[in-house]
Nanobody
Framework: QVQLVESGGGLVQPGGSLRLSCAAS????????MSWYRQAPGQDRELVAS????????NYADSVKDRFTISRDDAKMTVYLQMTDLTPEDTAVYYC????????WGQGTQVTVSS
């Protein structure tokens, strides 16, 4: 069955960096767009970044452009989110998603940006 397992979250100071990973299994990873979402307390889940299959076209939320980079390694069936210049507003649970009907989600990884 489809499984998505995020890792790499943690506590980081403002201005710091983190790299999130999402290990996928149970489907043909290379043909699917993959996305990262986040949800802060009391807020709706929002799309952070996505990366298409094949050419790897990427899209980012305006709030993370030029700070976050999404990438994928199809051989490892893993999608990454490199986050730099983090601010407290980036604090959230970050989720990996495979779209579709149904969509599949990981369990999430907490990112806390605080001094």
């Amino acid at each position: 069955q489809v499984q998505l397992v995020e890792s790499g979250g943690g506590l980081v100071q403002p201005g710091g960096s983190l790299r999130l990973s999402c290990a996928a299994s149970g489907f043909t990873f290379s043909i699917w767009t993959m996305s990262w979402y986040r949800q802060a307390p009391g807020q709706d889940r929002e799309l952070v970044a996505s990366i298409a299959a094949a050419r790897g076209t990427t899209n980012y939320a305006d709030s993370v452009k030029d700070r976050f980079t999404i990438s994928r390694d199809d051989a490892k069936m893993t999608v990454y989110l490199q986050m730099t210049d983090l601010t407290p507003e980036d604090t959230a649970v970050y989720y990996c998603q495979r779209p579709g009907n149904p969509a599949f989600w990981g369990q999430g990884t907490q990112v806390t940006v605080s001094s």
